[in-house]
């Protein structure tokens, strides 16, 4: 069993080397999801790769963003150069990407959780694809995990520590619609770790607290699960070594039948290292939302009082060296570090003014913090001169002939359906009780019925329709004998985006340009979502209540809970491209796409019959039924 540590840095890589990782995740400058990470220059990379194997230790490269169509080559020239100076794998997220590099070279591929693989039917699909590891979702129990091991033979990967995002990972498009900043290419804003109000709740109600499943290594290594994997490129190297060395001894330890996995000291080093609260994770079924403080705190001492300055009590445990930090509720008062006469007399006192009363008492730094960056500036990494080999995929693209596209309505309501029938070619309907009476309402007016399914299934549930809508990997992999629609959850970024399909959604994420790009060089129908609310987030917190979740200027995001109980969170406005349907036919799309979902019948008729006559007078009708609508990202895009 191997532990992945992250290097953000330089220093990071020596600390993870140094903490007895079997082999370290980092990046380049451009196609990785932590862009503002200080990551590794090409040189740099040389040298990492060479340093890490010096010392037996694996790299594993993340080009794991998504990929326009004009940056292929780029991230495929990229690849070729991992390949060329040995890194031990690349970890990606885009599938186009995936079949450049299965066809043309030999680098093994690791699937990022972005990837959104969390069922054996994912897992199986991974195999097929020339696929050596996926790297599994966030939101799994150790049964599921253990479940998706035993179904194929690709290596399984987890997160056991650090970061938990609010989102299933691939599907967050909070930051890109809220902030201009996308997660899917690695500048995510943190929208999640923001106060909200939902209801009568305030707080940072999608801020979760730190996974630390080090106890739930005996059941991952009985699952066969091959690497362990520690969340933190934007984490100091202190972080980066306490985590490698007490993950990297606890698996050790399970391998020679111990039971005592950490010592007490351990856990509270990794405590003050980075702590914004901690959860055993859905692996082992627990709370995972810390809602009261989205920061790192590190390690609580309870509460202290201060009276003309001298802090009391002493806490136990603190030593010459140590960094103490001082919090009034939410506030941070500020902080200091223990001099070696607060220690020998066994009395605080604060270098800075601090009003009498009582505080909240955190420890942020250990004095043996020191020692350890004192350890990690003692190895050293070259850099390595190399040069990159131009290699071009070759595929020159051609314009498509203008068309008139069809219509398609996503919708979940009889209601609605029944309105916006004569204007429609094609039904998505949400699976339901309901799906037989849709059905025969579409065949009565010869518009074609297709199921949607679900947009994240645990269980990839059986249907018995020649045509289907699918959301995700797994889902297009049990259904693939069928006409298969995806869904834009499936992130079509650039033309060599598999599997295959009939026809797919574009990304919403895509501008007017780069769906040119792409309608150029995808074989297959292309549709564009031209109507609705962006679902800007999927999660399995149970604990967030359907209602409008508020930022602070006031913006508010529709939640709804869905039937096997995962809540949605949706964009503020309704994404309205009317004016541009007409420019969106001369380009070559094949279909518009119309969200029709939990709209009343009144305004879904108007919307279909405005896009269906392309009627431009409805707009400020269509906006006034909304409360607000945008263009998303069809004019700016994401970089």
Not at 321 to 347: I, N, P, W
Not at 352 to 371: A, V
């Amino acid at each position: 069993m191997e532990v992945l540590a992250p290097a953000g840095s330089v220093d990071s890589l020596k600390a993870a080397i140094l903490g007895g990782a079997g082999a370290v995740y980092l990046g380049g400058p451009r196609f990785g999801a932590r862009k503002f990470a200080q990551n590794f220059s090409d040189e740099e990379m040389a040298g990492a790769v060479d340093l890490a194997h010096s010392k037996d230790v694996k790299v594993y490269v993340t080009v794991n963003t998504l990929i326009k169509q004009r940056e292929l080559d780029a991230a495929f020239n990229y690849v070729g150069f991992l390949e060329d100076v040995g890194a031990d794998a690349v970890i990606i997220q885009d599938r186009g990407l995936l079949r450049a590099i299965t066809e043309r070279l030999h680098i093994p591929v690791h699937a990022s959780t972005q990837m959104g693989i969390h069922t054996p039917e994912g897992a199986r699909w991974a195999e097929e694809n020339g696929i050596h590891r996926v790297i599994l979702a966030r939101e799994l129990s150790l049964s599921e995990i253990s479940k998706i091991g035993q179904a194929s033979r690709v290596g399984i990967e987890v997160f056991v520590h650090g970061a938990l995002c609010y989102c299933f990972s691939g599907q967050c498009l909070f930051s890109s619609f809220a902030g201009g900043r996308s997660g899917n290419r690695g500048a995510c804003a943190q929208p999640c770790r923001k106060m909200y109000t939902l209801g009568e709740r305030q707080g940072y109600l999608l801020s979760t607290a730190d996974i630390f499943c080090l106890d739930a290594i005996p059941e991952l290594f009985r699952a066969g699960v091959q690497g362990l994997k520690i969340e933190g490129r934007m984490r100091s190297p202190v972080y980066v070594y306490l985590t490698a060395r007490a993950y990297s001894q606890a698996v050790r330890r399970v391998e020679r039948g111990e039971k005592e996995l950490v010592s007490d000291r351990d856990r509270e080093l990794l405590a003050v290292a980075f702590n914004r609260g901690f959860t055993r994770g859905y692996m082992m079924g627990a709370e995972v939302m810390q809602t009261d403080h989205p920061d790192s705190r590190g390690l609580s001492l309870g509460k202290v009082e201060s009276v003309s300055g001298a802090i009391a009590p002493f806490p136990d445990g603190v030593s010459q060296g140590d960094g103490l930090t001082l919090y009034q509720g939410k506030e941070k008062v500020g902080g200091f570090e223990v001099t070696a006469k607060m220690a020998s007399v066994r009395e605080l006192r604060s270098p800075f003014h601090l009003d009498d009363g009582l505080y909240q008492l955190h420890k942020t730094k250990d004095h043996e913090f020191r020692s350890i960056e004192a350890s990690i500036s003692k190895l050293h990494l070259h850099p390595r001169s190399v040069k990159r080999r131009k290699v071009s995929i070759g595929d020159p693209g051609k314009p498509r002939r203008p068309r008139e596209p069809e219509l398609s309505a996503m919708a979940s309501s009889l209601k609605v359906l029944e309105r916006v029938l004569p204007w429609i070619d094609r039904a998505y309907y949400e699976l339901s009780e309901r799906m037989e009476g849709a059905q025969e309402l579409c065949h009565s007016h010869g518009v074609e019925f297709v199921p949607l399914l679900p947009r994240v299934s645990p269980q990839v549930p059986d249907i018995d329709h020649e045509a289907v809508m699918v959301c995700s990997l797994d889902q297009a992999s049990k259904f693939r004998d069928r006409k298969l629609y995806g869904h834009y959850s499936l992130n079509l970024f650039n033309g060599l985006t598999i599997p295959t399909m009939h026809q797919c959604m574009a990304s919403v994420e895509l501008a007017r340009e780069e769906l040119k790009d792409l309608l150029a060089h995808y074989r297959n129908n292309i549709e564009v979502m031209v109507f609705g609310r962006v679902e800007l987030m999927v999660t399995k917190d149970p604990g967030i209540a359907q209602g409008i979740l508020r930022d602070p200027t006031g913006m508010g995001f529709p939640v709804y809970r869905d039937r096997q109980g995962f809540a949605h969170v949706l964009n503020s406005a309704d994404l309205m491209l009317l004016e541009f349907a007409e420019e969106l036919g001369r380009m070559g799309v094949d279909s518009l796409a119309l969200d029709l979902r939990r709209k009343n019948p009144e305004l879904a008729a108007m919307v279909a019959k405005a896009f269906k006559e392309k009627d431009l007078t409805k707009k400020s009708a269509i906006k006034r039924k909304c409360g607000a609508i945008t263009t998303g990202h069809f004019l700016k895009g994401v970089d």
